[in-house]
Nanobody, 115 residues
Framework: QVQLVESGGGLVQPGGSLRLSCAVS????????TGWYRQAPGKQRELVAE???????NYARSVKGRFTISRDTAKNTVYLQMNSLEPQDTAVYYC?????????WGKGTLVTVSS
């Protein structure tokens, strides 16, 4: 079992920045990929960024160059630094952990980009 708790969402103006955090606990040793997904109203959930156990990162084309995924293994926390935010980035952001026994999800944190 893996537990994920997201934080850091909120309201930000276009062009602004936010940093999301995902606190990971439980069977951390079983995780091979940790990722951030988002779901905007009326749309399907989509991958934003992910980081493998070896540190390899992957980004959605729409966020490449603006968002950065990182992790602090000492704190068991994965971050998503979001810069140059656009209204289209408005969504609920979810943390996901892929393990040998399945996928685990957090409850999400809402990011609203609006003036």
């Amino acid at each position: 079992q893996v537990q994920l708790v997201e934080s850091g969402g909120g309201l930000v103006q276009p062009g602004g920045s936010l940093r999301l955090s995902c606190a990971v606990s439980g069977s951390i040793f079983s995780i091979y990929v940790t990722g951030w997904y988002r779901q905007a109203p009326g749309k399907q959930r989509e991958l934003v960024a992910e980081i493998t156990g070896g540190g390899t990162t992957n980004y959605a084309r729409s966020v490449k160059g603006r968002f950065t995924i990182s992790r602090d293994t000492a704190k068991n926390t994965v971050y998503l630094q979001m810069n140059s935010l656009e209204p289209q980035d408005t969504a609920v952001y979810y943390c996901n952990a892929a393990t040998v026994t399945g996928h685990y999800w957090g409850k999400g944190t809402l990011v609203t980009v609006s003036s």
